[in-house]
């Protein structure tokens, strides 16, 4: 299969941006991935650089990599039933592996599990309108699900949103010290967040998958409209989800990131946001790639992007070694984590670039489909 640059590149950029937010998670405690108040108190610069990373990046690039993950595979379909099945068990498998020796925020574990309900609906569906329709639909129920939760949700502080101080030394103590009490710990929080996928998370990522494949059936993510109908598209989606974004983000600073309201109900401005801004982002790749293309820096990006797994994984590794077991835990603030990142992203770059000057694909992703094909033949 030929591959598309632009979609390379659009899932590069997704993969290097992800790292802004999960940045948080690694040098923080869990409370400090959604709540800029989990100490109690709250300074201007992590104020403000949660304020600018949930307008710009939160939800916002995990949506993009279910939009392209649904478009994957819908383009997968001609190969069958069994390659399907075998790729998606193994992304689950190697997604349990990755939570158990790294870190419990993994995503393949919930991309594959859905993924493996969500391909044959996007084999079954009659037309490209039902799988667009069916994937709104889904997303829909998820968002009145995340609703319904915060309906049923009594007042006070959830044990997770603001710890106290013997949490916080249990949690830096688990994670530097790493072991069989990190795994322990790890394995704790994957059953959460089983719960929450089944409950909640899953409607939206199934929902994202079939839309992405009914824009991939349609042509949209292929790139097949024209440069004027992608730079229309990406201006007024971006717009229209910051503006839907900005006033949930408003909203969480003036009831003071108080729990009922900012774990659920004042999601919700961003969930339905993050749909239309990764959409603006693809969209305005799309429009502008004849320029974009001519910067030095974007087939770079492209080759982290042919690299996805590997590149995601390979984060984990550099941040679990810098903030856990280099003993940087809790040691920096919001905006400090930001300066590690260029570093990151370097490492992403250089080593995808020498990679595939040798080799044709990433070396997970080149394992991942060689044990397909023996698992197969099987």
Partial sequence: MQRNPTLDFIRGAAVLGILLLNIVAFGLPKAAYLNPAWAGETASGDILTWALLDLFAQ????TLFALLFGAGLYSQLARGKRWLQTRLSLLVLLGFLHILALWEGDILLSYGLVGLICWRMIRDAQNTRQLANTGIMLYGIGVAILLLLGGLQRSGTGRE?????????????????????????????LGENLLALGVQYG????????????????GWLAGRFSQRHYRRCGWVF?????LINGAGILGQWRVNWDYRWCAFLLQVPRDISAPFQALGYAALAF?????????????AVARVGRMALTNYLLQ???????????GLFMSFSRWQLLAFIPAIWAVNLLFSTLWLRYFPQG???????????RWMQK
């Fill in 238 to 242: 971006v717009s229209l989800g910051m």
């Fill in 161 to 189: 949103w603001q710890p106290d101080a013997a949490s916080l030394i249990d949690e830096r103590l688990w994670r530097i010290g790493g072991g069989t009490a990190g795994a322990a710990h790890r394995l704790d929080m």
């Fill in 203 to 218: 409607w939206l990522l199934a929902g994202m998958m079939l839309t992405g494949a009914a824009l991939m059936r349609s």
């Fill in 59 to 62: 939800s916002k690039f995990l």
């Fill in 316 to 326: 984990s590794v550099l941040c679990v070694g810098l903030f856990w077991y280099g």
């Fill in 363 to 373: 070396p997970l992703e080149w394992g991942w489909r060689t044990l397909s094909l």
């Fill in 287 to 299: 429009g502008y790639w004849p320029l974009l293309s001519r910067c030095a820096i974007v087939p």
